[in-house]
């Protein structure tokens, strides 16, 4: 059973970075089967960034240019950092093994506020 820990979360103001960090464990590890999602208050939670083997990673569009995806295989970790933060990047930002469609972490919240 896949377990996936988040961490990395915090308040930050607009223009400010953050790096969300993934932990993995309980299956096998690869860092193009993760993706990061997000879910802001009172809406349905989205994708973010995904990572493609021998293709570019891939992002929604309003995070484009500002948020990179990562990986270290070694480590079982994935990553995603986040610059030039926006006041709409608020929420709370899952790791997720796409073979696994039924498992969630518990997320870590990213506030961007003034």
């Known amino acids: 059973q896949v377990q996936l820990v988040e961490s990395g979360g915090g308040l930050v103001q607009p223009g400010g970075s953050l790096r969300l960090s993934c932990a993995a464990s309980?299956?096998?590890?690869?860092?193009?089967?993760m993706a990061w999602y997000r879910q802001a208050p009172g809406k349905e939670r989205v994708f973010v960034a995904r990572?493609?083997?021998?293709?570019?990673?891939i992002y929604t569009d309003s995070v484009k240019g500002r948020f990179t995806i990562s990986g270290d295989s070694a480590k079982n970790m994935v990553f995603l950092q986040m610059n030039n933060l926006k006041l709409e990047d608020t929420a709370v930002y899952y790791c997720?093994?796409?073979?696994?469609?039924?498992?969630w972490g518990k997320g870590t919240l990213v506030t961007v506020s003034s």
């Open positions: 997720k093994d796409l073979r696994y469609p039924n498992y």
């Open positions: 309980g299956s096998i590890f690869s860092i193009y089967d």
């Open positions: 990572m493609f083997r021998g293709g570019s990673p």
